[in-house]
């Protein structure tokens, strides 16, 4: 009886733990977009290193009290420190290409460019991981790449804030990769903490030059963003950490629907023909290379 009732409960531990990891990142999904909204609202007033320094800031307060909900401890050491600095120096990055980015694009484009990060996670996913991306998957990320084409239309010259939203795709495909090696051994907060300490110190040093004066009400809404983004970010790197990186990834796309709602409703914003067409393509192939993921893990289980 042990026998059969132990597989049992492996499989529905694991199914528990995909619909947790689903879950998590469909709501952390609506809280970046909400995010990405309150940041693009402030970017016309606020420079936007000041703003991702005080989001730091607030983020390593929220996280602090944060801990005490989910009784999760912040680890003074760290198992592969070397990998969490490059993981924090590559998010960095990616932080600072996505805010300016979105800072002069629609939102609903900019997120749409920024879900091309699937393509780059398939990629990125095989000097990393190992994994291996075969003839079918290759297709599924030309296909996305040609809706990416579409949606930044070439033909009348690609503009540079389009640019830096797929240097922050990219980005966040190695910071996701790295993650998933590093949740066998840190647990959520731990990353989360150690990463918004790192954009706090390494933004410290420009306030002396771009620093001005804030009112209240600013204050508040960065407040408020902050908020969003720390249980975003905590749902996004909990659901990495328990799930495999191209499982998870298709379900971020919900992002796009709530950033085009917000966009249309505060900015009066509503996409052209091309970027509608060239947003279905990189959902569609980023939906298609995970499920050449999953065949393939089938097949792989199958021969071992």
């Not at 990060?117 to 998957?137: C, D, H, N, Y």
Request: proline share 4%; with cysteine.
């Amino acid at each position: 009886m042990q026998k059969i009732i132990t597989p049992l409960n492996n499989i529905s531990t694991r199914s528990n733990r995909v619909t947790l990891a689903v879950t998590i990142t469909i709501i952390g999904g609506l809280c970046f977009s909400i995010q990405d909204a309150g940041i693009k609202w402030l970017t016309v007033e606020v420079a936007v290193l000041q703003i991702i320094f005080l989001r730091s800031l607030f983020g390593m307060a929220f996280l602090g009290v944060s801990t005490l909900v989910t009784g999760e401890r912040i680890s003074r050491r760290i198992k592969r420190p070397g990998l969490l600095l490059t993981r924090t120096v590559i998010n960095i990055l990616s932080w600072i290409f996505f805010f300016i980015g979105l800072k002069y694009l629609p939102l609903a484009t900019a997120v749409a460019l920024f879900f091309s990060f699937p393509l780059f996670l398939a990629i990125t996913s095989v000097p990393i991981l190992g994994e291996k991306v075969g003839l079918r998957r290759s297709l599924g990320i030309l296909v996305g790449f040609i809706g990416v084409l579409l949606i930044t239309n070439p033909t009348s010259g690609i503009e540079w804030p389009m640019l830096m939203m797929l240097s922050a795709a990219f980005g966040w495909a190695l910071v996701a990769n790295i993650t998933r090696i590093l949740g066998e051994t840190e647990n959520t907060s731990t990353l989360l903490f150690y990463t918004l300490f790192g954009f706090s110190i390494a933004l410290a040093v420009p306030q002396f030059w771009i620093w001005q004066p804030i009112d209240i009400q600013t204050i508040g809404i960065i407040a408020v963003v902050t908020f969003f983004g720390v249980i975003a970010q905590f749902c996004l790197t909990k659901a990495y950490s328990i799930a495999s990186p191209s499982l998870i990834a298709p379900f971020e796309y919900t992002a796009l629907i709530w950033s085009a709602t917000l966009g249309f409703l505060i900015w009066g914003d509503v996409p052209d023909i091309y970027a509608i067409i060239g947003a279905a393509l990189i959902v569609g192939s980023g939906l298609y290379i995970i499920h050449r993921e999953r065949v393939a893990n089938r097949i792989y289980r199958t021969l071992k």
